[in-house]
């Protein structure tokens, strides 16, 4: 054993912690636990039968290239398949402008890798997703949040952020925003809140990093354009993901940037993992050509909007009515607000004597705000369990309620 192991350890080592919603899933895995903590899509929609023959195909007629290493850009059928799924909604880029990631994830981790050093400050919304703070926060940066109004993050907030930190000599790196069903609270950005932020971002010369893992899985609404499209002095990073809208094992992911920047998120990819599994790309890459995903995509889409659905319609039915929760038009998850005094981490331990779970929304505020909000998935469990598992967890609230207003 290697004695005083502490002391060899790196500062960034020092500086990351668990994942909080990854450790919560450990918790849930007894059988009888509902879990709406995890962001999982539905493994019955996974299209096994029809992988399993693209997969046979790519392998008789093309297995000496798709076992092979690839290239750091990306297996180049699927980069142009992707590039002309964009091209059709209007947004001009090229191949050169698109890397494959080793799922969005990754895509996180390199623009941290390529603009942070430790100290940097980084601008995200309150709340955020927990895995982009996470990456970040390996990298020494420190995090200013940027509060949400029903349209998402308040530019007002944003430019008095900025000018703040401007006083004090500091320039932020890049603003981390989820315009489209964001993660955790479900919000869409209107267009005009959008250009708003991208206005603030050339005015103050930040680059703005767009993340877009739900953005296919809309239900209702109209698609509002990507930052990406709007921006016209190429300040945008923008992030996509096959893993909610086709199956996650893969890990497939994209960035899209200016050549100027993207070369710098291929040579830190070169020095991560040099490429992304050449055989999972081509396979997806047939998968597409094949008119498979959109096919799969709507069978998606269909089946989490009756989720959705009947999720809103039981917490309707059994929720006291001290809590409220924001209606998305899309993506994986409800938000919900609990009165003040209900602090949902400590919460979380009736829920599991109750047998369901949930993330706490204290785990997507960098500040430990948000102590009385709770984030549930609603794509992964059937209806049935879905609505047994609200039914526990409004138990489990109502509980605490009293307990606190004795």
């Not at 103050?204 to 109209?222: H, K, S």
Request: with cysteine; hydrophobic share 40%.
């Amino acid at each position: 054993m290697v004695n005083e192991l502490e002391n060899l350890l790196s500062n960034n080592i020092k500086g990351m912690k668990r994942s909080a919603i990854r450790e919560i899933l450990k918790l849930t895995q007894r059988p009888e636990i509902i879990s709406f903590a995890g962001g999982l899509p539905d493994p019955t929609l996974f299209p096994t039968e029809e992988l399993a023959e693209v997969s046979s195909e790519v392998l008789k007629t093309e297995g000496a290239l798709a076992l092979q290493y690839g290239t750091t850009e990306g297996d180049a059928l699927l980069r142009k398949l992707l590039v002309e799924r964009y091209q059709k909604q209007g947004i001009n880029i090229e191949e050169k402008n698109l890397i494959i990631t080793t799922a969005s994830q990754q895509g996180l981790d390199l623009t941290a890798k390529v603009f942070i050093n430790p100290g940097d400050t980084i601008i995200c919304g309150l709340p955020s997703y927990l895995g982009a703070l996470s990456a970040f926060l390996s990298y020494g940066a420190n995090l200013e949040g940027i509060e949400l109004d029903q349209y998402g993050m308040r530019s007002d907030l944003l430019e008095e952020k900025v000018v703040e930190l401007a006083n004090k000599g500091i320039h932020p790196k890049f603003i981390y925003t989820i315009p489209d069903f964001q993660n955790p609270t479900g919000i869409t950005m209107p267009e005009w809140r959008r250009l708003e932020i991208i206005a603030v971002a050339e005015k103050y010369n930040l680059i703005i990093l767009e993340d877009c893992p739900y953005r296919d899985v809309r239900f209702e609404g109209a698609a509002q354009k990507t930052m990406l499209e709007l921006d016209k002095s190429q300040r945008i990073i923008h992030l996509g993901t096959f893993s909610k809208v086709f199956v996650p094992g893969f890990r497939i992911g994209w960035a899209i940037a200016s050549e100027e920047i993207l070369d710098k998120i291929v040579v830190a990819k070169q020095a991560t993992d040099l490429c992304t599994p050449a055989f999972v790309q081509r396979i997806s890459a047939r998968f597409i050509e094949k008119g498979l995903f959109d096919k799969n995509l709507s069978v998606i889409i269909n089946a989490y909007k009756a989720k959705q659905q009947h999720f809103i319609k039981c917490l309707k039915e059994y929720m006291p009515s001290e809590v409220s929760w924001i209606n998305p038009e899309g993506g994986l998850f409800i938000f919900l607000t609990l009165p003040e005094f209900i602090d949902t981490t400590e919460l979380f331990q009736t829920a599991i004597e109750e047998k369901v779970a949930y993330v706490p929304g204290s785990t997507f505020y960098y500040n430990g705000e948000g102590r009385n909000t709770m984030r549930l998935n609603f794509s992964f469990m059937s209806l049935e369990k879905n609505e047994e598992g609200i039914k526990r967890l409004a138990t489990a609230i109502k509980k605490e309620i009293a307990a606190k207003t004795k």
